[in-house]
């Protein structure tokens, strides 16, 4: 495993608000951070140490951007998979272009995670309405039709009540393959998000109570509210992934806690990863001593992993364009941590910061 030195450049694919957090963090290392972006707009770019304005598309650009960096790692897991094979020629890659190829894919997901011999809810992959048809009679509606690729933020998705409704969902949907996947009865949503080295060491944070409003993580808590039977299946759910993956960085893991254990006595299921930093673990940067963008810097840079235990409870509010008139109002809340993204654009449902809530000392929540 190769340790890093203070001084060296770490490369980041995208400049958005997960590169510009990342990249404070490596500047607080030590570290030098060179940004692959498409904008100079971006929000990382202003706190880079260097910049690379290109398309991901353009290969004379990766690899002079490979070439100028000692390890790379991204910030948005639909990079094109040919743009990692370049880079990885020159510099190593961290999560490697093997994870991207799982992630990027909701249906190579949902049978990695089987194959892993972890829980997800009932689903089938369809190309045409009649194997859409085929799919409802199995897994029996309501159901949710998804895209199986460039899906999130609820982009991509649609739900479906009767059978009616199939054929125009899926003309509706206009993609040549889908997930259709069914509900499950479930008491809430969480996410756990692991950190692994490349020697194998690992560091897991807490599981996180997610809420989501039309389909945007809305607000985030921690402690999650989970008894400790449960809270150990999700850790040890996004363990075993993550070791499955032979992952280097970070993964999120997205899962349901169902209402009642299903027939294999599983308390919970995974529904979707990201093998990046994740809005669920923003409330890190101020209720821990070594937040997730901290940790994926130490983990691609061959470091001790920091600690995961929270010094205190928190409440985390993602800010949306159409509520970013609220944040000077939190600099008067001693208990708001506030975080801008120096996005020129307010526009609704763009998010434009977070705001986290320090809510007592953690020893309290155990």
């Not at 690379?52 to 960096?69: H, I, P, Y």
């Not at 961290?94 to 909701?106: K, M």
């Not at 059978?163 to 479930?186: N, S, Y």
Request: hydrophobic share 45%.
């Amino acid at each position: 495993m190769q340790t890093l030195l203070s001084g060296s450049t770490i490369g980041i694919l995208g400049g958005g608000q997960l590169a510009r957090m990342t990249a404070l963090k490596a500047a607080q290392l030590g570290f030098r951070v060179h940004v692959f972006c498409a904008s100079a707009d971006e929000p990382a770019v202003s706190v880079c140490a260097k910049h690379t304005l290109a398309s991901f598309e353009d290969e004379a650009a990766l690899k002079a951007f490979a070439k100028s960096v000692d390890v790379v790692t991204l910030e948005w897991e639909n990079v094109p998979l040919k743009a990692l094979d370049i880079i990885a020629q020159t510099t190593p890659v961290f999560p490697a272009a093997s994870v991207l190829r799982v992630t990027q894919d909701r249906g190579l997901e949902k049978r990695f995670t089987r194959e892993a011999g972890l829980g997800t809810a009932p689903f089938a992959i369809v190309t045409s309405a009649e194997e859409l048809q085929k799919a409802a009679d199995a897994i029996r509606l309501p159901a949710i039709l998804k895209t199986t690729r460039m899906g999130y933020d609820g982009r991509g998705q649609i739900k479906i009540e009767r059978k009616e409704d199939l054929t125009q969902a899926w003309d509706k949907l206009a993609a040549p393959q889908a997930i259709l996947e069914g509900f499950v009865p479930f008491e809430k949503e969480i996410a756990v998000i692991v950190c692994r080295r490349a020697d194998g060491a690992m560091a897991l944070y807490p599981p996180v109570h997610t809420v989501q409003r039309n389909h945007i993580l809305a607000e985030a808590y921690v402690p999650a509210g989970l008894t400790d039977e449960v809270e150990q299946e999700a850790l040890a759910m996004a363990a075993q992934l993550a070791t499955h993956f032979h992952l280097v960085g970070l993964l999120v893991v997205e899962m349901f806690v169902l209402e009642k254990p299903d027939a294999q006595g599983r308390h919970v299921l995974m529904n979707e990863m990201a093998p990046r930093p994740h809005n669920a673990g923003h409330w890190s940067l101020d209720a821990c001593a070594c937040s997730q963008f901290e940790m994926l810097v130490r983990a691609i840079a061959g470091l001790p992993l920091g600690s995961t235990v929270p010094h205190s409870r928190a409440r985390m509010l993602n800010i949306l364009g159409q509520d970013l008139g609220k944040s000077i109002g939190w600099l008067s809340d001693p208990k708001a941590c506030l975080h801008l993204y120096g996005k020129k654009e307010p526009r609704n449902n763009r998010k434009m910061g977070h705001v986290t809530f320090l809510e007592g000392p953690w020893v309290e929540a155990l």
